[in-house]
Protein backbone atom coordinates (compact mmCIF):
# COMPACT_ATOMS: atom_id res chain seq x y z
CA UNK A 1 0.00 0.00 0.00
CA UNK A 2 2.93 2.32 0.93
CA UNK A 3 4.69 1.52 -2.38
CA UNK A 4 1.08 2.55 -4.26
CA UNK A 5 0.94 5.85 -2.77
CA UNK A 6 4.45 6.51 -3.64
CA UNK A 7 3.59 5.90 -6.99
CA UNK A 8 0.91 7.78 -6.92
CA UNK A 9 2.55 11.14 -5.49
CA UNK A 10 5.75 10.55 -7.84
CA UNK A 11 3.27 10.58 -10.64
CA UNK A 12 1.58 13.60 -9.26
CA UNK A 13 4.56 15.43 -8.56
CA UNK A 14 5.89 15.05 -12.56
CA UNK A 15 2.22 15.98 -13.71
CA UNK A 16 2.68 18.98 -11.20
CA UNK A 17 6.07 19.86 -13.10
CA UNK A 18 4.56 19.87 -16.73
CA UNK A 19 1.75 21.91 -16.04
CA UNK A 20 3.97 24.53 -14.55
CA UNK A 21 6.87 24.12 -17.59
CA UNK A 22 3.74 24.37 -19.95
CA UNK A 23 2.16 26.84 -17.99
CA UNK A 24 5.58 29.30 -18.26
CA UNK A 25 6.50 28.61 -21.87
CA UNK A 26 2.16 29.27 -22.83
CA UNK A 27 2.97 32.61 -20.57
CA UNK A 28 6.32 33.62 -22.86
CA UNK A 29 4.15 33.05 -25.87
CA UNK A 30 1.45 34.86 -25.16
CA UNK A 31 3.33 37.88 -23.62
CA UNK A 32 5.60 37.62 -27.16
CA UNK A 33 2.62 37.67 -29.74
CA UNK A 34 1.08 40.64 -28.08
CA UNK A 35 4.03 42.51 -27.26
CA UNK A 36 3.53 42.50 -23.56
CA UNK A 37 6.67 42.61 -22.57
CA UNK A 38 5.44 43.41 -18.66
CA UNK A 39 3.85 40.16 -18.87
CA UNK A 40 7.29 38.55 -19.89
CA UNK A 41 8.88 40.46 -17.08
CA UNK A 42 6.16 38.71 -14.60
CA UNK A 43 7.00 35.78 -15.62
CA UNK A 44 10.79 35.21 -15.85
CA UNK A 45 10.53 37.39 -12.19
CA UNK A 46 8.29 34.92 -10.75
CA UNK A 47 10.21 32.16 -11.98
CA UNK A 48 13.26 33.72 -10.53
CA UNK A 49 11.56 33.78 -7.11
CA UNK A 50 11.33 29.89 -7.26
CA UNK A 51 14.59 28.79 -8.84
CA UNK A 52 16.55 28.57 -5.54
CA UNK A 53 16.43 24.84 -5.57
CA UNK A 54 15.09 24.36 -9.63
CA UNK A 55 16.04 21.17 -11.97
CA UNK A 56 18.78 22.17 -14.51
CA UNK A 57 16.29 21.99 -16.85
CA UNK A 58 13.68 24.72 -15.31
CA UNK A 59 16.86 27.08 -15.03
CA UNK A 60 17.80 26.57 -18.92
CA UNK A 61 14.47 27.68 -19.48
CA UNK A 62 14.52 30.48 -17.09
CA UNK A 63 18.23 31.39 -19.18
CA UNK A 64 15.84 31.53 -22.51
CA UNK A 65 13.42 33.58 -21.14
CA UNK A 66 15.97 35.94 -19.88
CA UNK A 67 17.48 36.08 -23.16
CA UNK A 68 14.59 37.22 -25.06
CA UNK A 69 13.60 39.41 -22.64
CA UNK A 70 17.59 40.94 -22.36
CA UNK A 71 17.23 41.35 -26.35
CA UNK A 72 14.77 42.94 -26.22
CA UNK A 73 15.74 45.71 -23.61
CA UNK A 74 18.67 46.24 -25.74
CA UNK A 75 16.60 47.04 -28.44
CA UNK A 76 14.97 49.44 -26.31
CA UNK A 77 17.84 51.25 -24.93
CA UNK A 78 17.01 50.15 -21.08
CA UNK A 79 20.40 49.25 -21.02
CA UNK A 80 20.52 49.11 -16.91
CA UNK A 81 17.83 46.36 -16.80
CA UNK A 82 19.48 44.49 -20.02
CA UNK A 83 22.65 44.00 -17.38
CA UNK A 84 20.78 43.02 -14.38
CA UNK A 85 19.15 40.46 -16.08
CA UNK A 86 22.12 39.06 -18.13
CA UNK A 87 23.98 38.61 -14.82
CA UNK A 88 21.80 36.60 -13.51
CA UNK A 89 21.29 34.97 -16.84
CA UNK A 90 24.87 34.25 -16.47
CA UNK A 91 25.51 33.11 -13.32
CA UNK A 92 22.86 30.61 -14.13
CA UNK A 93 24.88 28.86 -16.69
CA UNK A 94 27.97 29.20 -14.52
CA UNK A 95 25.58 26.41 -12.38
CA UNK A 96 24.37 24.37 -15.69
CA UNK A 97 28.24 24.22 -16.58
CA UNK A 98 29.26 22.96 -13.89
CA UNK A 99 26.17 20.18 -13.75
CA UNK A 100 27.66 19.11 -16.83
CA UNK A 101 23.61 20.30 -18.32
CA UNK A 102 23.60 20.85 -22.19
CA UNK A 103 26.94 21.75 -23.31
CA UNK A 104 25.62 22.63 -26.47
CA UNK A 105 22.66 25.17 -25.26
CA UNK A 106 25.67 26.91 -22.84
CA UNK A 107 28.19 27.50 -25.43
CA UNK A 108 25.16 29.02 -27.94
CA UNK A 109 23.92 31.21 -24.43
CA UNK A 110 27.64 31.75 -23.54
CA UNK A 111 28.19 33.40 -27.76
CA UNK A 112 24.83 35.57 -27.36
CA UNK A 113 26.02 37.13 -24.07
CA UNK A 114 29.06 37.82 -25.73
CA UNK A 115 27.58 39.37 -28.26
CA UNK A 116 25.16 41.00 -25.63
CA UNK A 117 28.32 42.74 -24.02
CA UNK A 118 29.77 44.28 -27.30
CA UNK A 119 25.83 45.39 -27.60
CA UNK A 120 26.81 47.88 -24.19
CA UNK A 121 30.60 49.05 -25.11
CA UNK A 122 31.38 48.18 -29.04
CA UNK A 123 35.30 48.63 -27.65
CA UNK A 124 34.94 45.25 -26.29
CA UNK A 125 34.51 43.47 -29.64
CA UNK A 126 38.22 42.73 -30.69
CA UNK A 127 38.46 40.87 -27.34
CA UNK A 128 34.98 38.98 -26.96
CA UNK A 129 34.12 38.69 -30.73
CA UNK A 130 36.23 35.99 -31.51
CA UNK A 131 34.84 34.19 -27.80
CA UNK A 132 31.58 34.53 -28.82
CA UNK A 133 32.48 32.78 -32.26
CA UNK A 134 34.20 30.27 -30.35
CA UNK A 135 31.25 29.50 -28.45
CA UNK A 136 29.29 29.38 -31.02
CA UNK A 137 31.20 26.89 -33.06
CA UNK A 138 31.43 24.39 -29.75
CA UNK A 139 27.63 24.36 -29.31
CA UNK A 140 27.34 23.17 -32.78
CA UNK A 141 30.38 20.86 -32.40
CA UNK A 142 29.11 19.31 -29.08
CA UNK A 143 25.31 18.98 -31.15
CA UNK A 144 25.40 19.31 -34.62
CA UNK A 145 21.67 18.81 -34.38
CA UNK A 146 21.24 22.47 -31.80
CA UNK A 147 19.39 24.74 -33.86
CA UNK A 148 20.39 27.60 -31.57
CA UNK A 149 23.81 26.91 -32.42
CA UNK A 150 23.63 27.82 -36.14
CA UNK A 151 21.08 30.93 -34.79
CA UNK A 152 24.17 32.43 -32.71
CA UNK A 153 26.51 31.26 -35.80
CA UNK A 154 24.09 33.55 -38.29
CA UNK A 155 23.98 36.17 -35.68
CA UNK A 156 27.68 36.73 -35.59
CA UNK A 157 27.93 36.09 -39.56
CA UNK A 158 24.95 39.26 -39.65
CA UNK A 159 25.89 41.87 -37.54
CA UNK A 160 29.84 41.45 -37.57
CA UNK A 161 31.71 43.92 -40.43
CA UNK A 162 32.73 42.12 -43.46
CA UNK A 163 36.01 42.82 -42.63
CA UNK A 164 36.00 40.77 -39.53
CA UNK A 165 34.10 37.86 -41.29
CA UNK A 166 30.68 39.16 -41.48
CA UNK A 167 28.16 37.92 -44.76
CA UNK A 168 24.84 38.53 -44.71
CA UNK A 169 24.76 35.29 -47.69
CA UNK A 170 26.07 33.11 -44.36
CA UNK A 171 23.59 34.54 -41.90
CA UNK A 172 20.75 33.87 -44.02
CA UNK A 173 22.67 30.05 -44.64
CA UNK A 174 22.72 29.98 -41.01
CA UNK A 175 19.58 31.07 -39.97
CA UNK A 176 18.02 28.83 -42.78
CA UNK A 177 20.57 25.62 -40.95
CA UNK A 178 18.78 26.75 -37.83
CA UNK A 179 15.17 26.46 -39.64
CA UNK A 180 15.42 23.22 -41.05
CA UNK A 181 16.57 21.88 -37.15
CA UNK A 182 14.27 23.42 -35.61
CA UNK A 183 11.59 21.93 -37.99
CA UNK A 184 12.77 18.97 -37.48
CA UNK A 185 11.51 18.62 -33.76
CA UNK A 186 8.33 19.67 -35.03
CA UNK A 187 6.71 18.17 -30.91
CA UNK A 188 8.63 21.66 -29.42
CA UNK A 189 7.01 23.78 -31.94
CA UNK A 190 3.74 24.42 -30.48
CA UNK A 191 3.24 27.86 -28.37
CA UNK A 192 6.93 28.45 -29.17
CA UNK A 193 8.27 31.79 -28.96
CA UNK A 194 11.88 30.84 -30.58
CA UNK A 195 10.16 29.56 -33.71
CA UNK A 196 8.37 32.69 -34.14
CA UNK A 197 11.82 34.96 -33.71
CA UNK A 198 13.75 32.57 -35.79
CA UNK A 199 11.16 33.22 -38.71
CA UNK A 200 10.85 37.17 -38.17
CA UNK A 201 15.14 36.95 -38.03
CA UNK A 202 14.73 35.42 -41.54
CA UNK A 203 12.14 37.77 -43.16
CA UNK A 204 14.05 40.68 -41.86
CA UNK A 205 17.01 39.04 -43.04
CA UNK A 206 15.84 38.60 -46.18
CA UNK A 207 14.16 42.01 -46.71
CA UNK A 208 17.03 43.99 -45.81
CA UNK A 209 19.10 42.47 -48.40
CA UNK A 210 16.78 43.12 -50.76
CA UNK A 211 15.20 39.89 -51.64
CA UNK A 212 11.53 41.24 -51.07
CA UNK A 213 9.95 37.95 -52.66
CA UNK A 214 11.55 35.79 -49.99
CA UNK A 215 11.22 38.52 -47.29
CA UNK A 216 6.85 37.94 -48.24
CA UNK A 217 7.31 34.42 -48.31
CA UNK A 218 8.47 34.59 -44.54
CA UNK A 219 6.16 37.30 -43.54
CA UNK A 220 3.29 35.03 -44.53
CA UNK A 221 4.55 31.94 -43.27
CA UNK A 222 4.76 33.78 -39.79
CA UNK A 223 1.17 35.03 -39.77
CA UNK A 224 -0.23 31.11 -40.88
CA UNK A 225 1.83 29.90 -37.90
CA UNK A 226 0.74 32.77 -35.72
CA UNK A 227 -2.60 35.28 -37.10
CA UNK A 228 -2.61 37.14 -34.11
CA UNK A 229 1.12 37.93 -33.70
CA UNK A 230 0.75 41.85 -33.27
CA UNK A 231 4.68 43.21 -34.15
CA UNK A 232 3.90 41.10 -37.58
CA UNK A 233 0.65 41.96 -37.98
CA UNK A 234 -0.08 45.41 -37.32
CA UNK A 235 3.56 46.70 -37.70
CA UNK A 236 6.24 44.81 -39.50
CA UNK A 237 4.16 43.16 -42.66
CA UNK A 238 2.32 46.19 -42.89
CA UNK A 239 5.47 48.49 -43.15
CA UNK A 240 7.47 45.87 -45.63
CA UNK A 241 4.22 46.02 -48.03
CA UNK A 242 3.87 49.82 -48.14
CA UNK A 243 7.47 50.04 -48.88
CA UNK A 244 7.80 47.56 -51.67
CA UNK A 245 4.40 49.13 -53.03
CA UNK A 246 5.86 52.19 -53.40
CA UNK A 247 9.20 51.22 -54.56
CA UNK A 248 6.92 49.24 -57.89
CA UNK A 249 5.44 52.70 -58.79
Not at 40 to 52: A, E, F, R, V, Y
Not at 150 to 172: D, R
Not at 192 to 221: F, H, M, P, R
Request: hydrophobic content about 40%; charged content about 25%; proline content about 2%.
Amino acid sequence: MERKKSLVLFFLLILLHLHVHASHRENIYKAYINNDMQAWKNTIDKMNLSSGNASDEFLLELVNYEYGYIGWCIGNKKTAEAKEYLKKAENRLITLEKNQFRLSMIEAYKSAFYGFQIGFNKLKAPVLGPKSVEAAKLAIQYDPNNYFGYLQMGNIYYYSPAAFGGSKAKAIESYRQAEKLILSNNHRLKNDWNYLSLLVTLAQAYENTGNDESAKIYYQKILNVEPDFAWVKNKLYPEFLKKTQKNNI
